[in-house]
């Protein structure tokens, strides 16, 4: 089992920056990849960015790319989210997921098996 935590979610201006953590504890050794998505009211959940545990390599939407920047800090396993240059439409509850198996799927729910409670952001004009 693995468990994650995000933290870091709040009220932002549009156009400010934010900075979302995700701690993972448990069987984290069993972690092929791990990324963040996105939950608005009344919209399915959306990815946003993913982080290969093997070498790093990063994966992100279209809509976010060049704005934010997904990063791990393996000695604390932790990942991060830096989002920059907020948007009103960035507003949404972020979740943190993970996988433990293999398999080349990056960016939709199904493909991962662990969550996080999730973590509001609000964007204000």
């Known amino acids: 089992q693995v468990q994650l935590v995000e933290s870091g979610g709040g009220l932002v201006q549009a156009g400010n920056s934010l900075r979302l953590s995700c701690a993972a504890s448990?069987?984290?050794?069993?972690?092929?990849?791990m990324g963040w998505f996105r939950q608005a009211p009344g919209k399915a959940r959306e990815f946003v960015a993913a982080i290969k545990s093997s070498d790093g390599f990063t994966y992100y939407a279209t809509s976010v790319k060049g704005r934010f920047t997904i990063s791990r800090d393996n000695a604390k396993n932790t990942v991060y989210l830096q989002m920059n240059s907020l948007k009103l439409e960035d507003a949404a509850v972020y979740y943190c997921?993970?996988?433990?198996?293999?398999?080349?799927?990056?960016?939709?729910?199904?493909?991962?098996?662990?969550w996080g409670q999730g973590t509001q952001v609000t964007v204000s004009s």
């Open positions: 448990g069987r984290t050794s069993s972690v092929s990849i």
């Open positions: 997921a993970a996988r433990s198996y293999f398999s080349y799927g990056i960016y939709s729910p199904d493909d991962y098996n662990y």
